[in-house]
């Protein structure tokens, strides 16, 4: 078995809170006093947001490397592009964000956070085969004579996705009796995490469309951590993902306003939406069921919400049953 990392740089004030969202669940029909969500959204820094408990290990790692520079990758709305920046600020070290495409006229969400922590962006440029890589920059810097580190995709390795297994416990040591907890899954930590702590029947990963095989991706995260999860046993739904990861689906649009206005909770049109919309239809499907202690991660991503195309078309949503009103 992998041995578990040993180094943390605590980063956040924990444990976040689990709170009753009553409202919300009689919305989607499940009782009143089943549905429980982890803050996860409210870690502090830069905006809050899961990324923080992989990062407390990778940064750990690259400091014990002697790194003075991070560099990572990610969507140009990347939350963990702007939380390893908000990290490596506090930590004192240079951070480095390699993005895909070219900058856009005008920086809007996270762009605008991650120029203000003083973070570098490098623009890749149009072609996804192109010579711009996390790698390819770690030489050029080598050759200047820093010292970086590469913190991988999502922060998403067996290091980082150690965070999410005290992640798990943390919500046992919250709420003892727990039937199901669900989360997004983008490049898989954060439920590679929660699968080790909780084990495979407990979580509902819903996948966000980030990569290819979230299957897959999972799966080897778990390999990596030296669990005995086969891909197999995951449970994970698929069908969210819609025309593609920066799509606003159908979905994730009512999820976000049914959150929104029933519990006051502004989720991310990526992720967290997409991990309702999810929930909301295992329910529909009977496979969750009313009665069950049900714990929804709010894993952050707020400020890519106003990146997002789509974000000004969602106040002119109607309030939520004003269409039984109308009838």
């Not at 499907?285 to 890519?304: K, M």
């Amino acid at each position: 078995m992998t041995a578990a990392p040993t180094d943390r740089i605590v980063l956040a004030t924990w444990p976040t809170p689990l709170e009753s969202a009553p409202r919300l669940a009689e919305a989607i029909g499940l009782r009143a006093t089943d549905l429980w969500i982890k803050r996860d959204d409210l870690t502090g820094l830069a905006g809050g947001g899961n990324k923080i408990r992989k990062l407390e290990w990778t940064l750990a790692a690259a400091v014990a490397e002697g790194a003075d520079t991070v560099i990572t990758t990610g969507a140009p709305q990347s939350n963990h592009a702007r939380l390893t920046a908000a990290a490596a600020a506090r930590l004192g070290l240079h951070a480095v964000l390699v993005f895909p495409g070219r900058p856009p006229s005008r920086p809007e969400g996270n762009l605008i956070l991650d120029g203000l922590l003083g973070a570098t962006v490098v623009w890749a440029g149009d072609d996804p085969d192109g010579d711009t890589s996390p790698e390819d920059v770690a030489d050029r810097l080598r050759e200047e004579g820093r010292r970086p580190s590469i913190v991988p995709f999502g922060g998403s390795n067996a290091v980082g996705a150690h965070g999410y297994r005290l992640a798990g416990h943390e919500i046992l040591d919250q709420r003892a009796t727990v039937d199901h907890v669900v989360c997004a899954v983008g490049s898989g930590g954060t439920m590679a995490g929660l699968v080790a702590a909780l084990g495979a029947p407990r979580v509902l990963g819903v996948d966000t469309g980030a990569v290819a095989d979230p299957y897959g991706q999972v799966g080897g995260l778990l390999a990596d951590m030296g669990e005995d999860a086969p891909a197999t046993a995951l449970r994970i739904r698929t069908d969210q993902v819609g025309e593609g990861y920066g799509t606003l689906t159908a979905g994730a649009r009512a999820a976000l306003s049914v959150a929104a206005r029933t519990d006051g909770l502004v989720l991310d049109p990526t992720y967290t939406a997409r991990a309702l919309a999810g929930l909301i239809r295992e329910v529909d499907d009977g496979i969750i069921t009313p009665g069950q202690t049900v714990v929804f991660l709010a894993s952050g991503g707020l400020p890519g919400l106003f990146g997002h195309p789509d974000a000004a078309s969602l106040a002119g949503d109607p309030p939520v049953g004003s269409e039984d009103r109308e009838q």
